[in-house]
């Protein structure tokens, strides 16, 4: 038990070292810092610096515990299945300066030799020999002490000053002492209960007063505190990216980009200029409408007005206003809008001036060998048409002044029936556009 400090390396280390590639987080987001812990966890049980070995299983040589009472030794400690643990929370707190970290364990199973002699409270206990336990749903619930200072490139780092774990079991616990009192089961469960809180106190007063003195526990001890030193200067918040929180920051930050996404970012991301659908139907009641070959130009003309993200609910806006949109493409058109009477075919096209995209999205931020990564889903958007529209009908004036007519003086028909099922179709493949570009570049990338 006196090395499950060993786990707090499983984000403080793993994500730095594994890869080669640091990863980031705000060090207010849970949601992230409990991401990076889950994703570096198996390179942690594994071994995350040359010198370090595999956290599973783990052996310790000796424990001995020392009541007045009470003296008890176990030793040649096998301590497996750290490996099928996950890492529940990872939380900073500034306001005291300190770091939860959670982790759950599906099964635990503990194992060696003990010899122990005494009185456990009105119980007289003695045995020596092998035991066995076995430990289901359980979990540590660890506590750090942290500072946190800049150096003089700016650059943020993380100083774990000291730490202390409370045990959490949840789940069915076994326990196995043989020749502890000729078997007796009781005995075996009470001495179990009391040795694995006993354990878990020795550990966290150990750690406080953590010395050179070579035993093994100290000096598992003293590695646990190496790795820290090396891990908290070099990994956690050691660059500074965008306050999420700051509207004004991330609206400039997307802005800057805008013209990277809209071109392509590279091969897998389409441009979003112009778009293209083939086919659109766009049918009511009493209105037959398709349009053909249909391709939406000027996006790359647009300008980032806003970028708004709400952490605690995980929504977002993005608005873009575009200085002139072109929607052209084939139509064939057979029916009414309100009292007129429609029929025709040809060439169109749809002149949008001063028109607003106005977006909106929930999000979840994946964490990846790249980089934090922010996933939008579901995406909506709002069509904010405020400057004017013009529309032209195979190149015909009339034709074209007589559709514009109509379009004026029954213009909800027309957006229902025509254009607005126009651009949400091609919006579909520029949302589908969002998503790739979002899924190759990082946060840091974006916002840094």
Known sequence: MLVTGLFILSVLCGQNVSYGKKL???????????????????????????????SDPLIVDMIEGRLPTMKYFLYNVTFSGLGNCIPE???????D??????????????????????????????????????????????????????????????HIKNYNFNIDPRGKLEYNFKNMLIGDSEKSLAFGNFSDKNLELKLN???????????????????????????????????????FANPECTTLGASKKYEEFVNGYTEGHSSSDPLFIDV???????????????????????????????????????HLLCKHLIVEGQYEVKGEIGSK???????FKENLYEYGLLFSFNYKI???????????DPITVKLDPRGRVDYNFNDNNEQSKN??????????????????????????????????????????????
């Open 366 to 376: 994946n964490v990846e060998k790249t980089g934090r990564h922010l996933f939008p």
């Open 205 to 243: 007063a150990d750690i406080k007063s953590s010395s050179s003195v070579p035993t093994t526990s100290k000096m598992q001890l003293n590695v646990v505190f190496t790795l820290l030193l090396i891990c908290c200067h070099n990994v956690l918040c050691s660059v500074k990216i965008c306050d």
């Open 89 to 95: 929370l990872m939380k900073f707190n500034k306001n």
């Open 24 to 54: 980031f987080c705000g060090i207010e987001d849970s949601d992230c810092l409990t991401n990076i812990a889950k994703y570096t966890y198996d390179d942690m049980v594994n071994g995350c610096l040359k010198g370090v070995p595999s």
């Open 403 to 448: 559709g514009h007519g109509i379009t004026n003086e029954d213009w909800k028909i027309v957006e229902d029936s025509a254009h607005s099922t126009i651009m949400y179709k091609l919006l579909d493949i520029f949302k589908q556009n969002i998503r790739v570009y979002l899924k190759l570049v990082s946060i840091e990338h974006i916002w840094h």
């Open 97 to 158: 300066s300190t770091l939860v970290y959670n982790i759950a364990c599906k099964h635990l199973l503990v194992e060696g030799q003990y010899d122990v002699r005494g009185r456990l409270d009105s119980m007289f206990v003695r045995g020596k020999g092998g035991y066995i336990k076995n430990y289901y749903d359980y979990a540590f619930l660890f506590t750090l002490e942290f500072d946190q200072y800049f150096d003089k490139n700016e650059k943020l780092h993380i």
């Open 341 to 347: 009477l429609l029929e025709g075919k040809g060439h």
């Open 280 to 318: 659109i139907q766009a049918d009511t009641t009493n209105l037959k409408h398709t349009k053909y070959n249909v391709s939406l130009s000027g996006m790359r003309h647009c300008n980032t007005e806003l970028l708004k993200l709400n952490i605690k609910e995980k929504t977002g806006q993005y």
